[in-house]
Structures are given as structure tokens and as C-alpha cells.
T-cell receptor, first 114, second 113 residues
Framework: AQSVTQLGSHVSVSEGALVLLRCNYSSSVPPYLFWYVQYPNQGLQLLLKYTSAATLVKGINGFEAEFKKSETSFHLTKPSAHMSDAAEYFCAVSVGGGADGLTFGKGTHLIIQP | DAGITQSPRHKVTETGTPVTLRCHQTENHRYMYWYRQDPGHGLRLIHYSYGVKDTDKGEVSDGYSVSRSKTEDFLLTLESATSSQTSVYFC????????????FGSGTRLTVV
């Protein structure tokens, strides 16, 4: 079975600083990986996804993530944090096609300090 | 989110009563999912459907049942609500196959008192 581990339930960065949210996965087959963002009292919005094409994936709002098979990682980064980036971020993995759905990490709450 | 709606958005119910949540999609996607979101647990899969009348259990299915009589509707029923089922419930849809995105509804906040 697949699993996802997000390191750090809370991450705090200053506005303008680098954002780094860590995600490691476990899967016996090549995975598809996703990052979702959730703003307060809203549903989940897809930030970006890795589907075995380019290992560096660019998403919305200036975020990107790099798939590293040797490290089983899919960390999310943004060069310069903005106050509007404050939200909950979820990493997720899919290995079984549509039937199995997504397996999510427990989430990382990103706090932006002014 | 466009193409997927959940109802109701909020509900308060008493312990022991049955509750049904509805997910409706206009995208004609094959796969539909119910997740619950709880602090410290992320999102956990309750049940999913891979076609009309085709459903299966997820990670946390005890106490829940589902039905899908039409492509567009996926119902989640709490047979006898308990306080441990107080949660935010999300429906998601997918065209299917690895790599396809999953689109989420706006959620239903359920409180069992």
C-alpha cells in the first residue's frame, strides 16, 4: 500500500522568504503525486501534479515541486512567500488508477509572518 | 467547485439518527469518492464508486454506506450517527486512471451532538 509523510505539521516563513514544504512517499509502483492547497473553510484546490513526464513540475501561484525517485520525495517550493499563501497544504499519492483514489498526507499548515 | 456540488453545506444532527449527504456532478466522470477530514489525520477515504451501482470501501468505511444510482449522484449515509463522525466531508470526482486530477467539492461540515 502507498503512503505519504509530510514533515512538519506547521511551517512558518517570513513574507518574501523561500517556502519549502516536504513530502516523502512510499510506493511499490511508480506513483503519481499531487499537491493540493486548502484555504480556510474551502475545498481542496490542485496546485500541481507529477505524472511521470518532467521531474520538475510547475504549478499555480508560483509553486513548483521536484520528483526525486532516489529520495522518494516530492517537496513543494516557492521562491518568495506572499501573505496570500497562508493555507493548509496536502501532498497526495495515487498508484491504483481511479479506483483507489488518493492517499493523503496529514497536511502542513503554512504560516506567513509579515 | 464548478461541476461538483455538495449538500447540505452544514448540518447538525443528534446521535443515533441517520444522515445522508449528497454529492452531485455535472462532469460525467466515472469515479466519485467520499473523504472525511479531521485535524491531524488529513483526508481519509471512506468509500468510492467506479460506476453506477459499483462501489467499494475505503480506509474508514465502518458506520457508512453509499449508493450511486445515477452517474451524477453519489450519496453517503451515516446509518446511525455518532459523535466520532463529526467531521468535514468532501466529495471528489475523477475521470479515472493514474495522473488524472481529482476535483473536490466545497465540503459538508457535519456535527453530531
Amino acid at each position: 500500500a502507498q503512503s505519504v509523510t509530510q514533515l512538519g505539521s506547521h511551517v512558518s516563513v517570513s513574507e518574501g522568504a523561500l517556502v519549502l514544504l516536504r513530502c516523502n512517499y512510499s510506493s511499490s509502483v511508480p506513483p503519481y503525486l499531487f499537491w493540493y492547497v486548502q484555504y480556510p473553510n474551502q475545498g481542496l484546490q490542485l496546485l500541481l501534479k507529477y505524472t511521470s513526464a518532467a521531474t520538475l513540475v510547475k504549478g499555480i501561484n508560483g509553486f513548483e515541486a521536484e520528483f526525486k525517485k532516489s529520495e522518494t520525495s516530492f517537496h513543494l517550493t516557492k521562491p518568495s512567500a506572499h501573505m496570500s499563501d497562508a493555507a493548509e497544504y496536502f501532498c497526495a499519492v495515487s498508484v491504483g488508477g481511479g479506483a483507489d483514489g488518493l492517499t493523503f498526507g496529514k497536511g502542513t499548515h503554512l504560516i506567513i509572518q509579515p | 467547485d464548478a461541476g461538483i456540488t455538495q449538500s447540505p453545506r452544514h448540518k447538525v444532527t443528534e446521535t443515533g439518527t441517520p444522515v445522508t449527504l449528497r454529492c452531485h456532478q455535472t462532469e460525467n466522470h466515472r469515479y466519485m469518492y467520499w473523504y472525511r477530514q479531521d485535524p491531524g489525520h488529513g483526508l481519509r477515504l471512506i468509500h468510492y464508486s467506479y460506476g453506477v451501482k459499483d462501489t467499494d470501501k475505503g480506509e474508514v468505511s465502518d458506520g457508512y454506506s453509499v449508493s450511486r444510482s445515477k452517474t451524477e449522484d453519489f450519496l453517503l449515509t451515516l446509518e446511525s450517527a455518532t459523535s466520532s463522525q463529526t467531521s468535514v466531508y468532501f466529495c471528489a470526482i475523477s475521470e479515472g486512471g493514474q495522473g488524472y486530477g481529482y476535483t473536490f467539492g466545497s465540503g459538508t461540515r457535519l456535527t453530531v451532538v
